[in-house]
């Protein structure tokens, strides 16, 4: 029932891994599975004809709403649960896709399957503890499901419990030792801890088995550089850039792997085309401010996190960003009203560093 060909996220090197092994997607076959049933009841077998048509028309929204209907008729169907939380994941509601695996894993504790979908999402929300327990869940019910021990490997990591997740990704590798992945994030994790030599001996078999992967070669990247291999290391970026040409994820990588060696013209246009590619990515712009800044291009840094709070209106850094940028052209009035929602927002989340610096700024307007 595995899907062989998992999509691995992107590894943002600058920040730890942020993704995680995806759900094993099988066209619906979830909620498929359902319709196939022969209920007696007849407004249960309805609903469900009716559920799957939404399905098919990919109206999901609708589709839970049908299924949630059918539960009323058979409350303990840890398919119908499954179903919904298939359809949640597809649609990136990742606490609703773990709220209903949760009830399908109480109906029925011996699917494996329910289990690694509800580590998926738990993964996804950042309950990384939880998610752990689940593909732990999902590994004693089926041993061969390596998709789980890819999916347990990262939240072991996220939880910097490195020793585990390497032993974890090894034995996808004992098991399959043409598992690109597992190489992938084994040679990402070396990367992080600062071990070269065995980071680019895992990503080089990862780059052997999956050429056409611009991640990996993102991550090769960094470790050539790290190592003081410049040219092995733009070589390895371009590459990243022309097999993955449209994802902005691969360009805000680029952008701070470029901006770790203060290659500020190279970072500054990598941000710029993955902009181009999504212009929600707050990220993006913020570094892009950062640079502005740096380079004492300041009014166009004003405008630049402008779009950033107007992006993320209740992150406090982008009000204090602009607020700096605004001090340095002497509008010290805006920056002073910008000032005081950066303090706001920084009183809510509890941020005691934040608050101070918001305040020392203050005092120098």
């Known amino acids: 029932m595995h899907n062989s060909s998992l999509f691995l996220a992107t590894l943002l090197v600058w920040g730890g891994f942020q993704g995680v092994a995806p759900l094993a997607v099988q066209a619906s076959e979830g909620v498929e599975w359902i319709a196939q049933r022969s209920p007696t009841d007849a407004q249960l077998d309805t609903l469900l004809e009716q559920g799957n048509q939404f399905v098919e028309a990919r109206n999901y929204p609708r589709a839970i709403q049908v299924y949630q209907q059918a539960l009323r008729l058979d409350p303990?169907?840890?398919?119908?649960?499954?179903?919904?939380?298939?359809?949640?994941?597809?649609?990136?509601?990742?606490?609703?896709?773990?709220?209903?695996?949760?009830?399908?894993?109480?109906?029925?504790?011996?699917?494996?399957?329910?289990?690694?979908?509800?580590?998926?999402?738990?993964?996804?929300?950042?309950?990384?503890?939880?998610?752990?327990?689940?593909?732990?869940?999902?590994?004693?019910?089926?041993?061969?499901?390596?998709?789980?021990?890819?999916?347990?490997?990262?939240?072991?990591?996220?939880?910097?419990?490195?020793?585990?997740?390497?032993?974890?990704?090894?034995?996808?590798?004992?098991?399959?030792?043409?598992?690109?992945?597992?190489?992938?994030?084994?040679?990402?994790?070396?990367?992080?801890?600062?071990?070269?030599?065995?980071?680019?001996?895992?990503?080089?078999?990862?780059?052997?088995?999956?050429?056409?992967?611009?991640?990996?070669?993102?991550?090769?990247?960094?470790?050539?550089?790290?190592?003081?291999?410049?040219?092995?290391?733009?070589?390895?970026?371009?590459?990243?850039?022309?097999?993955?040409?449209?994802?902005?994820?691969?360009?805000?990588?680029?952008?701070?792997?470029?901006?770790?060696?203060?290659?500020?013209?190279?970072?500054?246009?990598?941000?710029?085309?993955?902009?181009?590619?999504?212009?929600?990515?707050?990220?993006?712009?913020?570094?892009?401010?950062?640079?502005?800044?740096r380079q004492n291009d300041v009014l166009l840094a004003i405008a630049t996190y402008r779009q950033v709070v107007q992006l993320a209106p209740q992150d406090p850094e982008g009000y204090y960003k602009l607020a700096l940028a605004l001090k340095e052209r002497d509008r010290k009035q805006e920056a002073l009203s910008v000032l005081e929602r950066a303090l706001q927002l920084y009183q809510v989340a509890g941020d005691r560093e934040g608050i101070d610096r918001v305040k020392a700024l203050m005092e120098e307007l």
Do not use: C
Not at 103 to 111: I, M
Not at 202 to 231: F, M, T, Y
Not at 236 to 250: E, F, G
Not at 255 to 264: L, M, P, R
């Open 76 to 293: 303990q169907n840890a398919r119908l649960y499954s179903g919904i939380g298939y359809l949640q994941a597809i649609q990136g509601n990742f606490a609703q896709a773990a709220q209903a695996y949760r009830q399908a894993v109480v109906y029925d504790r011996q699917n494996g399957d329910f289990f690694y979908a509800l580590g998926h999402s738990l993964a996804k929300i950042g309950d990384n503890a939880a998610a752990q327990i689940a593909y732990q869940q999902a590994i004693q019910l089926d041993r061969n499901n390596l998709e789980a021990y890819l999916g347990l490997g990262v939240v072991q990591w996220r939880q910097n419990d490195f020793i585990s997740a390497k032993r974890t990704y090894e034995q996808v590798l004992s098991a399959d030792p043409r598992n690109f992945q597992a190489h992938e994030l084994l040679g990402a994790m070396y990367l992080k801890q600062g071990q070269l030599d065995q980071s680019i001996q895992h990503l080089r078999q990862a780059e052997q088995l999956n050429p056409r992967s611009g991640s990996i070669q993102v991550k090769l990247a960094s470790a050539w550089l790290a190592r003081g291999n410049v040219d092995l290391g733009r070589q390895a970026l371009d590459k990243a850039a022309q097999l993955d040409s449209r994802n902005p994820v691969i360009y805000m990588t680029i952008g701070k792997i470029q901006e770790s060696f203060e290659n500020w013209p190279e970072a500054y246009q990598a941000y710029q085309r993955a902009v181009s590619l999504d212009r929600n990515l707050v990220d993006a712009h913020r570094s892009m401010g950062d640079i502005l800044m």
